[in-house]
Structure formats: structure tokens, C-alpha cells
């Protein structure tokens, strides 16, 4: 079964860091380019940053530039989102997803909440 | 940045009703747009790629058209599995971006 599953969210004040996971399952995770996207509460979709199936090419929001970093590691088949310097603006729950361009499978999502 | 406009915001319908959804984009994105259907609490939907192109899957009641900065997604006989947010996403450009969504709920 194709499916991605999120993890690495939690509660964390501003200023810290977290890095969320998400382990892809049934596809070659390889061959394909991925994306984050985030969700506010009560708002609507926020596409966050994307890479490149090698990893050699990332693109980001401006909102998170300089702060969040997306990689990838194809032989654990696992995308990673660094995210340094949060803000109570970056509370959302954030999904990762197949693809960059038509987001075709995702993830349950993982929940990061900003708080003091 | 392309903004993405969806409108409306909020429409109401019945179990039957044809009901349209449009999205315009502040420049031309050829066809690259996708559509997609949230519930409360789950994970986007794909629905349509390329603007016209129904996902694997989808029932054949959706449907997706329009190029260039005009684009509309139609459900042609609402059902009650149909009651949700969509949203409207281009990808024509390296930073995509989404429409601020369309909540169909029940008349």
C-alpha cells in the first residue's frame, strides 16, 4: 500500500527547533520529487517547501526561508523538514506529500504548536 | 508570487444539485492547476491534475476545466460523500500556491 507516514511534532516555544520525518511506504520514494505543506488551524493549505527526487534542488516559501531546511535520505526513504527558529506563526499541522507539482498521496499529518 | 482566487468562499447546495467552483489565478499558469476535496480532519484529496484530468479513482461527477487564468471544478450530481472544502493549486511556477478554499455545505 502507498502511504506516508509524519512524525516529529510537538509543542515548542518560540525560537526552538524541531525536525519532522515522514517514512514513505509502497512506491519508489526515489523517483519521486516531495513536498510539505501546512495546514493553520481553521485555515487553509499552505505549501511550504519541495525538493527534488536526488535532493540536489529545494525550493521554500519565503515565510520559512533561511529557517526550515527539507532533505531526504532515498535509502531510508524518509523526507525530513529542519525547522529552526519557530514562531507562533508556524503552528499548523504539516503534511508531507508525494510529488511537487499535483500532490498525489499524503501523509496523516503531524501537528507543531508554537507556544510558550 | 501567483495568488490563487477561489470564489465562493461558501455555497450551499442539495443532495442532486450541478455546483461549480472557479478559481482564477493573478497570471497565466497554462494548465497546470490541480483540485483538491478536504473533510475535517483528513488529508487533501487529489482530485484533478492538469487542470482536466480526473485522478485514478474519482468518481466520474467531477470534472475540471479552463487554462491560461480561469478555471472551474464541477460536481454534476452533489452527493452527500460531497460535502467538504476544495481547493484549487497551481504548480506552474517553482513556490506553488492554493486557494483559500471553497466549503460546500449542506442546503
Known amino acids: 500500500e502507498v502511504q506516508l507516514l509524519e512524525s516529529g511534532g510537538g509543542l515548542v516555544q518560540p525560537g526552538g527547533s524541531l525536525r519532522l520525518s515522514c517514512a514513505a511506504f509502497g512506491f519508489a520514494f526515489r523517483s519521486n520529487a516531495m513536498s510539505w505543506v501546512r495546514q493553520a488551524p481553521g485555515k487553509g493549505l499552505e505549501w511550504v517547501s519541495g525538493?527534488?527526487?536526488?535532493?540536489?534542488?529545494?525550493f521554500y516559501i519565503d515565510s520559512v526561508k533561511g529557517r526550515f531546511t527539507i532533505s531526504r535520505d532515498n535509502f531510508k526513504s524518509t523526507l525530513y523538514l529542519q525547522m529552526d527558529s519557530l514562531r507562533a506563526e508556524d503552528t499548523a499541522v504539516y503534511y508531507c506529500?508525494?510529488?511537487?507539482?499535483?500532490?498525489?498521496?499524503w501523509g496523516q499529518g503531524t501537528t507543531v504548536t508554537v507556544s510558550s | 508570487d501567483i495568488q490563487m482566487t477561489q470564489s465562493p468562499s461558501t455555497l450551499s447546495a442539495s443532495v442532486g444539485d450541478r455546483v461549480t467552483i472557479t478559481c482564477r489565478a493573478s497570471?497565466?499558469?497554462?494548465?497546470?492547476l490541480a483540485w483538491y476535496q478536504q473533510k475535517p480532519g483528513k488529508a487533501p484529496k487529489l482530485l484533478i491534475y492538469?487542470?482536466?484530468s480526473l485522478e485514478s479513482g474519482v468518481p466520474s461527477r467531477f470534472s475540471g476545466s479552463g487554462s491560461g487564468t480561469q478555471f472551474t471544478l464541477t460536481i454534476s450530481s452533489l452527493q452527500p460523500d460531497d460535502f467538504a472544502t476544495y481547493y484549487c493549486q497551481q504548480y506552474n511556477t517553482y513556490s506553488r500556491t492554493f486557494g483559500q478554499g471553497t466549503e460546500v455545505e449542506i442546503k
Open positions: 506529500a508525494r510529488s511537487w507539482g499535483a500532490l498525489d498521496v
Open positions: 492538469k487542470a482536466s
Open positions: 497570471q497565466s499558469i497554462s494548465n497546470w
Open positions: 525538493i527534488s527526487d536526488s535532493g540536489g534542488s529545494t
